[in-house]
């Protein structure tokens, strides 16, 4: 092969992977939320199995039992770190507010410009973790789980979609989309093993069968 048609073919492959990628981000979501990995569902399931399943009890909660959207470094307090993390080119003032970015919600697929259109979820909800067991904590132990960045239980998705969750477990609510319900389940269990809550009887069912098939 001769050194030109050798060079124009090397030319011809570089245009085409640049129009691939070029693609391939243009098809991509344009921002994907950071949450921390959870336990594979082997693991998941493990942990599960060693769960004490108990009925929930809501007596005596407030959302205040739980301080949250405590400083994490010098302005920033953990929503806005959350929004951070989980967002593309996300632009912050001397406050630590977003002013701009791109936030794609996994719960629902749903892309998002302005941080007010999103809401930081609780993947494990507060009632739902007094219900199970944080009853009994000390306060700093319940703000130690309501500021968790080191768990995957705290994610940047579209307002109304957390709102209607709730404070309801997997048994009565799931993402939308199908394809996150591996992860989510995953996550919560880990949650719950992690910081030692229990599981009533309908969402250990709820669980087990949608971690069996993952």
Not at 24 to 31: G, K, S, V, Y
Not at 65 to 87: M, Y
Not at 115 to 143: F, M, N
Not at 160 to 188: E, F, H, I, L
Request: aromatic share 10%; net charge neutral.
């Amino acid at each position: 092969m001769s050194k030109f048609y050798a060079r124009r073919r090397v030319s011809i492959l570089a245009a085409l992977s640049g129009l691939i990628a070029s693609v391939a981000i243009f098809n991509a979501p344009t921002a994907s939320a950071a949450l921390p990995t959870p336990v594979s569902a082997a693991t998941a399931r493990t942990y599960l199995a060693s769960l004490t399943v108990a009925t929930e009890d809501r007596t005596g909660y407030d959302r205040d039992l739980f301080p949250h959207w405590i400083t994490q470094s010098g302005a920033c307090n953990t929503r806005e770190v959350v929004l951070k993390r989980d967002g593309t080119n996300v632009v912050q003032d001397s406050s630590c507010a977003a002013t701009s970015g791109s936030w794609y919600s996994v719960y629902d697929g749903a892309t998002w410009t302005a941080a007010s259109d999103l809401d930081i979820d609780h993947l494990v909800p507060l009632a739902e973790a007094w219900d199970s067991g944080a009853d009994s904590w000390t306060t700093s132990r319940r703000q130690s789980f309501a500021n968790d960045l080191t768990r995957p239980q705290l994610i940047a998705v579209t307002d109304n979609v957390n709102q209607a969750k709730g404070d309801q477990d997997p048994a009565a609510w799931m993402p939308s989309r199908t394809a996150y319900r591996c992860t989510y389940v995953r996550a919560w269990v880990q949650v719950k093993y992690y910081y030692g809550l229990s599981v009533d009887s309908a969402e250990k069912s709820a669980l087990t069968n949608y971690l069996a098939s993952c």
